[in-house]
């Protein structure tokens, strides 16, 4: 029986993943490069400096920064993403996702979140719904970086709740593959030819909550 679920943030809780997407492809273009939607797939769900690194291997840029400079750049983009954060509102909140969250607890299920994003708490304080979670682990808390089922493990001890009894609700693929790791029940968010690891694969929560009506 599941007794907890553990939600991802960017992607599915809040669309956040098109900032980040914004906030690249403008790193991108000021290194003289593009950037393409489909390219942004690979850094979802990535740590932010893992995305640095893809980013700059799809420019053919690799090699040519130091870690110094590296860390600039991601300052770089951390403020202009930052930028479309601090206007985030509570309209942002994907379909579906308060009222699954709440509809979950009412049953007696722990409500987890667990998302690479050092900017989380700024998030959930915007969103208001930091309360919605009786566990949360963020970006600030991890050392290794999904696929790696870090994040969903802390996340279950919090939880004090036994990982195979967790569901995880994830847009990546990166995240389904940690999920699995973690040995949890993986829900991918989005689509099939991008999840195909997920144990199921629903298009949104909005979806899901009124199929569960
Ligand atoms: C999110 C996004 C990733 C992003 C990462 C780090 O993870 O999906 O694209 O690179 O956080 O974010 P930040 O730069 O804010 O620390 P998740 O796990 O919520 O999908
Ligand atoms: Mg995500």
Known sequence: ??????????????????????????????????FTE????????????ESLEILLKIGGKENEFSEA????????????????????????????????????????????????????MLILERLNIKDLFDAIVDGTQISRAKPD????????????IDPQKCVVFEDAAAGIKAAKLAGMFAVGVGSCDMLGEADIVICSLDQLIKELK
Not at 13 to 18: E, L, Y
């Open 1 to 34: 029986r599941i007794e907890g679920a553990i939600f991802d943030l960017d992607g599915v809780i809040v669309d956040t993943a098109k900032y980040h997407y914004s906030a690249w492809k403008k790193l991108a273009n000021m290194l003289g490069f593009e």
């Open 38 to 49: 489909k390219d942004n797939e690979k850094l979802k769900g990535v740590s932010r400096k």
């Open 69 to 120: 400079q590296k860390e600039e750049l991601m300052d770089i983009k951390n403020s202009w993403y930052l930028e479309y954060i601090n206007k985030l509102t509570e309209d942002e909140i994907l379909p579906g996702a308060k009222e699954l969250i709440l509809t979950l607890k009412e049953q007696g299920i722990k409500t987890g979140l667990a998302t690479a994003s050092k900017n989380a």
């Open 149 to 160: 089922p870090e994040i969903f493990l802390k996340c279950a001890q919090k939880l004090k």
